[in-house]
């Protein structure tokens, strides 16, 4: 059957607007996930709905998301090619600390802790007070990396409205330690543990705890 007139043309776009919202919800949803492969197969198909959108800013929306994507299947090289590709300035303005916090992250995991440093300050120098906030744990990671472990502590311990993640977690615990407060690296590993999954941070937390029980300074 064919719709015609306006009321087919409402109809029509109707169905296409909620095709669209559902795939859109779809790959959201997977973002919250921790299902790789099925964070790409939400990806791919979110992507579909605006292959044929030229608009620099759609552009630099998805390659934030195909980036985010890249760093989630630690393919971080193309990631952090994604990101360069990427038009900062035809991203959203409520994108910007998303960019920069990928960009931070990506360039930590390659080794360059110095590169994201200078990132994540650009942030913290001409960001809003909530993205100076979002990222304050973020120069903490970091900091703890170039084994600036006072400053790092200090940033870490800073309470956060949403769920502590168990890589913040697990840098405030090797702050502690670095800085011989091994008791507290104690109980923030275990903090680590104490969190649902077994992610990278929970094996990294086992290794750490075992290395200090081996030594024992802390007792």
Same mark, same amino acid.
């Given at each position: 059957?064919?719709?015609?007139?306006?009321? #087919?043309?409402?109809?029509?776009?109707?169905?296409?607007?909620?095709? +669209?919202?559902?795939?859109?919800?779809?790959?959201?949803?997977?973002?919250?996930?921790?299902?790789? =492969?099925?964070?790409?197969?939400?990806?791919? @198909?979110?992507?579909?709905?605006?292959?044929?959108?030229? &608009?620099?800013?759609?552009?630099?929306?998805?390659?934030? +998301?195909?980036?985010?994507?890249?760093?989630?299947?630690?393919?971080?090289?193309?990631?952090?090619?994604?990101?360069?590709?990427?038009?900062? +300035?035809?991203?959203?303005?409520?994108?910007?600390?998303?960019?920069?916090?990928? @960009?931070?992250?990506?360039?930590? +995991?390659?080794?360059?802790?110095?590169?994201?440093?200078?990132?994540?300050?650009?942030?913290?120098?001409?960001?809003?007070?909530?993205?100076?906030?979002?990222?304050?744990?973020?120069?903490?990671?970091?900091?703890? &990396?170039?084994?600036?472990?006072?400053?790092?502590?200090?940033?870490?311990?800073? =309470?956060?409205?949403? =769920?502590? &993640?168990?890589?913040?977690?697990?840098?405030?615990?090797?702050?502690?330690?670095?800085?011989?407060?091994?008791?507290?690296?104690?109980?923030?590993?275990?903090?680590?543990?104490?969190? =649902? #999954?077994?992610?990278?941070?929970?094996?990294?937390?086992?290794?750490?705890?075992?290395?200090?029980?081996?030594?024992?300074?802390? &007792?």
């Amino acid at each position: 059957m064919v719709l015609v007139g306006a009321a #087919g043309v409402a109809v029509y776009y109707g169905i296409v607007f909620a095709a +669209h919202r559902l795939r859109h919800r779809a790959y959201f949803r997977a973002t919250t996930g921790h299902d790789v =492969p099925a964070l790409r197969a939400a990806f791919e @198909r979110y992507s579909e709905l605006f292959c044929d959108d030229a &608009r620099p800013g759609v552009r630099a929306h998805l390659s934030l +998301h195909e980036a985010s994507v890249l760093a989630q299947e630690h393919r971080w090289r193309e990631a952090a090619s994604c990101l360069e590709r990427l038009d900062v +300035h035809a991203a959203h303005p409520n994108e910007a600390v998303g960019v920069a916090s990928l @960009r931070a992250y990506v360039l930590a +995991h390659l080794g360059d802790d110095a590169g994201a440093l200078a990132v994540i300050d650009d942030v913290l120098a001409k960001g809003t007070a909530e993205e100076r906030a979002q990222m304050t744990h973020v120069r903490g990671i970091v900091l703890q &990396r170039l084994g600036r472990n006072e400053e790092a502590l200090d940033l870490l311990s800073i =309470p956060r409205d949403r =769920p502590q &993640r168990a890589g913040s977690l697990f840098y405030l615990g090797e702050a502690r330690r670095g800085l011989g407060r091994f008791d507290e690296a104690v109980e923030t590993y275990e903090n680590v543990l104490g969190l =649902p #999954g077994d992610s990278e941070w929970h094996r990294r937390a086992r290794e750490a705890l075992a290395s200090l029980q081996r030594s024992a300074p802390f &007792r």
